[in-house]
């Protein structure tokens, strides 16, 4: 019997920066010890993309403002998550559509999945009621101050396989938006990293 239900697993790449939002990871899984009866492992695992071991992983995170290109074996790995029932949730820090993590990123995606893989979800999608209930995705503080593309985006894009979605992209930056020590929730009104209890317990099939 495993020890864990759940522990996070952080994508490194070797183009761009993916080593952002530090403290985000123990901020989440912190939320999930305190809203589900997950059993969760309290410490982030780093894996290259480009490893075998992270098609093991039930939940991967990407996120980076830079550059992404990837190598070959970054490519067939993630390829063959994401077909095999894998869950990657991929974060733009930019929260720019235009930006350069957006275009290369995206422009992976057409290489690897084809060009009409990657699709706006409704705001009726069951990721959005699946724990906590949400009209849609939430907003972030960059993009409601003006950062970025001085947008306030209104979907999340997805690629399914099965019916399910197996790489949810967010241009909005939740990672800044929930970078913070975990003690600090206290203070806020409402918990904004209830929106990644969501994101989670939808990947492992809630």
């Given amino acids: ?31 999930l010890v305190e809203y589900t009866t997950l059993r969760v492992d309290p410490t982030e695992r780093i ?20 550059l992404v290109q990837f190598t070959p074996a970054e490519r067939r790995n993630l390829e063959k998550y994401v077909r095999g029932g894998g869950f990657v949730f991929v974060d ?56 970025g593309d001085d947008l306030v985006h209104e979907y999340l894009k997805a690629i399914e396989f099965g019916g399910r979605i197996r790489l949810l992209y967010s241009n909005k930056d939740y990672g800044c938006e929930w970078d913070y020590d975990f003690r600090n929730k ?8 209830r929106f990644a209890v969501n994101i989670i317990q939808y990947a492992l099939g809630a």
């Fill in 186 to 193: 206290r203070f806020l009104a409402v918990d904004n990293t």
């Fill in 92 to 147: 733009d820090c930019n929260h720019d559509i235009d930006g350069l993590f957006a275009k290369s990123f995206e422009s992976e995606m057409v290489k690897i999945f084809g060009a009409s893989a990657l699709k706006k979800i409704p705001n009726t999608h069951p990721l959005y009621s699946c724990f906590f209930k949400f009209d849609g995705p939430p907003t972030t503080g960059g993009e409601l101050n003006g950062w």
């Fill in 47 to 66: 894996v290259a993309l480009s490893d075998p071991k992270m098609l093991e992983a039930p939940f991967c995170y990407f996120a980076g403002h830079k």
């Fill in 1 to 31: 019997m495993a020890a864990f239900d759940f522990y996070f697993t952080r994508l490194s790449y070797e183009s761009g920066d993916w080593d952002v939002d530090i403290r985000m990871p123990s901020n989440v899984l912190n939320s």
